[in-house]
């Protein structure tokens, strides 16, 4: 592909910011990877800046992780680190994020916002409007993690996410939408949850794809076959498999996905901490992280 000045450029870097042991098939898919026992799962969230030839930088948060180690369970994940350790290793800090670009609303994509005080967020109007349906016929039940529609929420994050709505913090979308011309939220309808978005990224040398859990692990794509656990429709999440696939060109290496520890080994990538980074893409005129490292 052709590379021009005049193309949109962005730096894409994925975190693992804490690690988790699920069953194999809750994210690759059932019966097909089922009692094959328990896998080590990242909690991801990514970052996209602008190239440095662009003006001043402006960085993007693609989700922000949970505020805390502790799951709603109460088990401890493993080698939890905060926003601020998690963004040194790509020499930024909480206080450079002015938007966040939130993909949903379950607890480890959208438990921190707090961490992030300066930042617009970005979420589709419908992902927020169905949550709340759903979460007000359940009033009456047990708001426990044996309700099911509870199973992924936390509701001290829709507290917060409501007091960022008063705060004029929250912006909200619908349907595909453009942030900055070469970068793009589309939404994934009754997919992963209601309203999920995914992000396109365009650069000189072909687009990326920041998927979140709209695509859960490689093995999803590489076999066209959903997680186990999701909580919207299946045929409607093989179409999004076969978009982001179609846009890459079948390129796996430009899908940021969002529970595989496939993408620390399979991407560039080093070592900071507790966890790894994944370099999705570095645009012209930024210093390579794994060449550093």
Known sequence: MTNTSKSPDFSIWSFCYAKGQLPRDFTEGVPVASNQGLVETPMVYSVITSAPAAGPREVFLVDTGFATGRSMTGRMFADFEKPDAVLAKVELAPKDVKTILLTHLHFDHAGNIDAFPEATILLQQYEYDRWKHALKKIADQPQTKQN????????????????????????????????????????????????????????????????????????????????????????????????????????????????????FRRLPNWTDGQNPVAEIHVAAGQMSFVQKA
């Not at 509870?150 to 705060?167: C, E, G, P, Q, Y």
């Not at 595909?176 to 997919?191: C, I």
Request: glycine letters at 6%; charged letters at 25%; a negative charge.
């Open 148 to 263: 099911w529609v509870l199973s992924s929420m936390n509701l001290d994050d829709i507290v917060k996410f409501d007091r960022a709505i008063a705060d004029c913090r929250v912006k909200f979308v619908e349907d595909a939408h453009e942030v900055r011309p070469g970068l793009t939220l589309h939404l994934a309808a009754d997919t992963h949850t209601f309203g999920i978005q995914w992000v396109e990224v365009t650069t000189p040398d072909g687009p990326y794809v920041v998927a979140s859990d709209a695509v859960v692990t490689y093995a999803n794509l590489e076999r066209m076959w959903p997680p186990g656990y999701h909580q919207g429709n299946c045929w409607n999440l093989l179409e999004v498999y076969e978009r982001t696939k179609k846009l890459v060109g079948d390129d796996l290496s430009r899908i940021s996905v969002g529970h595989d520890m496939e993408m």
